[in-house]
């Protein structure tokens, strides 16, 4: 079966340091990966999306980055964390060509920046 | 550009007492939907999915979600509600950009 594994759970950065978030999938091929981050009362906003190794789709501009180095692993860094940066990172899986297939998401990251 | 609409932000009920939680989107074309539910201190999970044909969809733990192609609306029911369905409901929306858009979500609470 998949799974999905994000880490780490919780992580507290001063302002000005760098930051990187890991997502890796099992279980599937090629997966379609994404970074979404959640706010209260915002709902979930698409930051980036990749369809395969080192390609990705960015949503909105902003601090961060997202890299996909391996078939079922993808990165979100920043060279220096704002306040903003603050909230609640979601990894998340979907099937490859399908838009039948729901997204599955990792347990998330809570990002404090100090 | 695509989105999503979740109007009712926060909702409490009582035990038994029936639930519907609206959402509408925003795309003239063709368009899959989703209903999301994050219980408290747990990650999303999928609750149902419409993708063609019945538009009355229905999905774990007793909720339903009917598809309104004239309205733009895919909203959620159940009839009723537990303590237990004490959580905060997605609703998404894939028009084939490769990702989901979610709406702002509603927190939904059961008192018992």
């Known amino acids: 079966s998949q799974t999905i594994h994000q880490w780490p759970a919780t992580l507290v950065q001063p302002v000005g340091s760098p930051l990187s978030l890991e997502c890796t999938v099992e279980?599937?091929?090629?997966?379609?990966l994404y970074w979404y981050r959640q706010a209260a009362g915002r709902g979930l906003q698409l930051l980036f999306y990749?369809?395969?190794?080192?390609?990705i789709s960015s949503e909105v501009p902003q601090n961060l980055s997202a890299s996909r180095p391996q078939d079922r692993q993808f990165i979100l860094s920043s060279k220096k964390l704002l306040l903003s940066d603050s909230g609640f990172y979601l990894c998340a899986w979907r099937g490859t060509g399908s838009r039948n297939s729901p997204l599955h998401f990792g347990n998330g990251t809570r990002l404090t920046v100090t | 550009a695509q989105s999503v609409s979740q109007h009712n932000h926060h909702v409490i009920l009582s035990e038994a007492a029936s639930l519907e939680l609206g959402c509408n989107y925003s795309?003239?074309?063709?368009?899959?939907l989703f209903w999301y539910v994050q219980y408290p201190g747990q990650h999303l999970q999928l609750l149902l999915k419409y993708f063609s044909g019945d538009p009355l969809v229905k999905g774990i733990k007793g909720f339903e979600a009917e598809f309104i192609k004239s309205k733009f609306s895919f909203n959620l029911r159940k009839p009723s509600v537990q303590w237990s369905d004490t959580a905060e409901y997605f609703c998404?929306?894939?028009?084939?950009?490769?990702?989901?858009?979610f709406g702002s979500g509603t927190r939904l609470q059961v008192q018992p």
């Open positions: 279980g599937t091929s090629n997966p379609n």
């Open positions: 990749s369809v395969g190794i080192g390609q």
């Open positions: 795309y003239g074309g063709t368009v899959n």
């Open positions: 998404a929306a894939d028009t084939g950009r490769r990702a989901l858009t």
